[in-house]
């Protein structure tokens, strides 16, 4: 494995991408929104709360709609300071895992995703990559991987919904009318019942 030292910073990664050209606005906000992900993903707090279901069976998922929800307040605060951050990080802890975080990690966590998205926005980063290094580390998906997985599955879910809506503008009403017979040819006929000697039952039908 690896030293500390032997790891490239922020600088180095940045330098190497402006010798390359300065990247694109859509990339800078791609390692952003890896950054934040990353920057929850990997506080301690927030893990402990997740490894113990304290947000409910659904905790995994909560940490990701976090991580998302943190990105989205972000991008419509583009002037957010450190203690505003803090706080709506605090506020989410409490309400959606009833963790009253009363340490400076909150702070921490704050303070690390800001810089990363003045950093990235920047074309630096460094700081990311180094992040992404320790979560595969700790025996976390790749993150990269993550995120492409979910942009694929994105773009199929707005293809399979934009063909259930045309199929269903086509002949919606059409396959309603046909599914019905179906369910009357699956009744079991009435069957008359003789005697011995030769006389029908009469039998009262059910309502």
Do not use: H
């Not at 921490?108 to 800001?114: G, N």
């Not at 180094?130 to 998906?141: E, F």
């Amino acid at each position: 494995m690896a030293s500390a030292t032997e790891l490239p910073g922020p600088m180095e990664v940045s330098e190497s991408s402006t010798s390359q050209g300065a990247p694109s606005p859509a990339k800078c906000q791609a390692q952003f929104e890896l950054g934040t992900t990353l920057s929850l993903f990997l506080w301690p707090s927030l893990s402990l709360a997740v490894s113990n279901n304290w947000g409910g069976a659904d905790s995994a998922d909560k940490r990701e709609w976090f991580a998302q929800t943190t990105i989205d307040v972000l991008n419509d605060e583009p002037d957010a300071d450190t203690e505003w951050l803090e706080t709506f990080l605090l506020n989410v802890m409490l309400d959606e895992f009833e963790v009253n975080v009363d340490d400076e990690s909150a702070f921490e966590v704050a303070e690390q995703v800001l810089r990363i998205r003045k950093n990235c926005g920047r074309g630096a980063f460094g700081e990311v990559e180094a992040l992404n290094g320790k979560w595969q580390a700790k025996g976390g998906q790749k993150m990269g991987d993550m995120f492409v997985k979910k942009e694929r599955d994105e773009r199929e879910d707005e293809t399979s919904g934009s063909e259930d809506e045309d199929e269903e503008e086509e002949g919606g009403v059409d396959v309603e009318m046909e599914d019905a017979p179906q369910l009357v040819r699956a009744k079991e006929p009435d069957v008359p019942q003789v005697d011995e000697d030769g006389f029908t039952k009469v039998t009262k039908k059910k309502r």
